[in-house]
């Protein structure tokens, strides 16, 4: 089966930072790619599917990049809801692998 | 507006089967470009992807689990539901419903968007 890792496995920053996560399949998916926020108690929300599409609703600050193995979520001016934990998932076929997710925290 | 409504119980005891169903709202399961799933989290840990159903009946399972899970769907009721059999303390978790946007890209073949719409998760404690 395909393997997701991320890096970093948590990051720590300031409110108006930007910030980028990236995403790694250990065999090629495409552009067959999610990416998901989750908030502390919450269930987690779609952010970025087709590796680069933007979901309905989704604040732009938010983009996706890459195809292929390796891929990128940036958040542009971060947010206080942003401080959260993000999730990479394939996409392509199942199984539908999470990454093991990176938090980002309040520097 | 589409919504997912989990029910089942929140303590199961050790060896027994937890149960679990999603209920869906606002839209007819029915439709071909979905499928309906499962992902749980465990304490503190993150999200593993358990399984995905169609109105079909296709379902599709964590390897890992494949043994003790079925997933099921009652299309008169619009709802699908989750069983794991001879659950673990390893099996405690947050549970999810989800809906997974998908496309067919060719034939009965399909690739999928994302999980688009989430269930308010069930926390699920296996003890005696």
């Known amino acids: 089966d395909i393997q997701m890792t991320q890096s970093p496995s948590s990051v720590s920053a300031s409110v108006g930072d930007r910030v980028t996560i990236t995403c790694r399949a250990s065999h090629d998916i495409s552009n067959w790619l999610a990416w998901y926020r989750q908030r502390p108690g919450k269930a987690p929300e779609l952010l970025i599917y087709a590796a680069s599409r933007l979901q309905s609703g989704v604040h732009a600050r938010f983009s996706g990049s890459g195809s292929g193995t390796d891929f990128s979520l940036t958040i542009t001016s971060l947010q206080p809801d942003d401080f959260a934990t993000y999730y990479c998932q394939r996409a392509n076929t199942f199984p539908l692998t999470f990454g093991p997710g990176t938090k980002v925290d309040i520097k | 507006q589409l919504q997912l409504q989990q029910s089942g119980p929140g303590l199961v005891k050790p060896l027994e089967t937890l149960s679990l169903t999603c209920t869906v709202s606002?839209?007819?399961?029915?439709?071909?470009?979905?499928?309906w799933g499962w992902i749980r989290q465990p304490p503190g840990k993150g999200l593993e992807w358990l399984g995905n159903i169609h109105y079909s009946g296709d379902t599709y399972y964590n390897p890992s689990l494949r043994s003790r899970l079925t997933i099921s769907v009652d299309t008169s009721k619009n709802q699908f539901s989750l069983n794991l059999r001879s659950v673990t303390a390893a099996d405690t978790a947050l549970y999810l419903c989800?809906?997974?946007?998908?496309?067919?890209?060719?034939?009965?073949?399909?690739?999928?968007?994302?999980?688009?719409?989430w269930g308010q998760g069930t926390t699920v404690t296996v003890s005696s």
């Open positions: 989800a809906r997974l946007e998908s496309i067919e890209v060719r034939p009965d073949v399909f690739y999928h968007y994302g999980m688009d719409v």
């Open positions: 606002g839209d007819s399961i029915n439709r071909r470009s979905y499928f």
